[in-house]
């Protein structure tokens, strides 16, 4: 097991702030739709979203791939917890003078056990995924190349999330080819925004690793 430094301890809070706020960012603002292209629509989370992937790539990187997993693991515990509190919220009744907000709190909050199901199950299967072959892609290119090991895992996990995501939440609603429509854009463009932040990530990994432990 690492030694860890004071130092170190306060990093791998930050980082897991930073994972943590994107994660909830993406659940929670991702619901707002903008056009894209051909017809077609993206979700505003393709600009967090790929931050939650990269950063346990960050963290691998740097700590290892069990404190990668402990980011994941931290992540399935923070949604549970959220649905929780948000079955709380919208099941109990509403004080009249706060009836004004009903509407718009329940549609945002009132999340369906369907589309619960499927954000997590989601986020479990691609986040333990990106791990893995973040892992596996380091085994055969070695300690450099950090931005092709970590891209082509964001390739396959994000695959992986938007395929389960929007399988579970929409087949039966709408049909298989509106589905795959979905689904290509979606992926496409949230696979592209991980190689813009790549840079980030490089700072990420300087940032850690100066005057601090690593794997």
């Not at 087949?171 to 496409?188: E, H, N, Q, R």
């Amino acid at each position: 097991m690492q030694n860890l430094s004071e130092l170190d301890y306060k990093k791998i809070l930050i980082c897991l702030t930073l994972y943590i706020t994107s994660l909830f960012a993406s659940n929670t603002l991702g619901i707002k739709l903008m056009p894209f292209l051909f017809g077609t629509h993206l979700s505003v989370a393709v600009f967090c979203f790929p931050v939650v992937f990269i950063m346990t790539d960050v963290i691998g990187e740097v700590y290892g791939k069990k404190m990668a997993k402990n980011f994941v693991l931290a992540g399935i515990v923070s949604i549970l917890l959220f649905l929780f509190y948000s079955f709380i919220s919208t099941v109990t009744p509403w004080a009249k003078e706060a009836m004004w907000a009903h509407d718009g709190y329940n549609q945002i909050f009132g999340l369906s056990a369907r589309f619960a199901i499927a954000s997590l199950a989601a986020f479990v299967v691609a986040e333990y995924q990106d791990v893995l072959s973040f892992f596996f892609f380091k085994k055969y290119t070695g300690e450099k190349n950090f931005w092709l090991r970590s891209n082509l895992s964001n390739i396959w996990s994000q695959l992986l999330d938007t395929i389960i995501f929007m399988s579970i939440a929409f087949i039966g609603v709408y049909p298989i080819k509106t589905i795959l429509l979905i689904i290509i854009p979606w992926w496409i463009f949230k696979v592209i925004m991980g190689f813009l932040y790549t840079p980030l990530s490089y700072l990420g990994i300087h940032l850690l690793k100066k005057n601090g432990k690593t794997s």
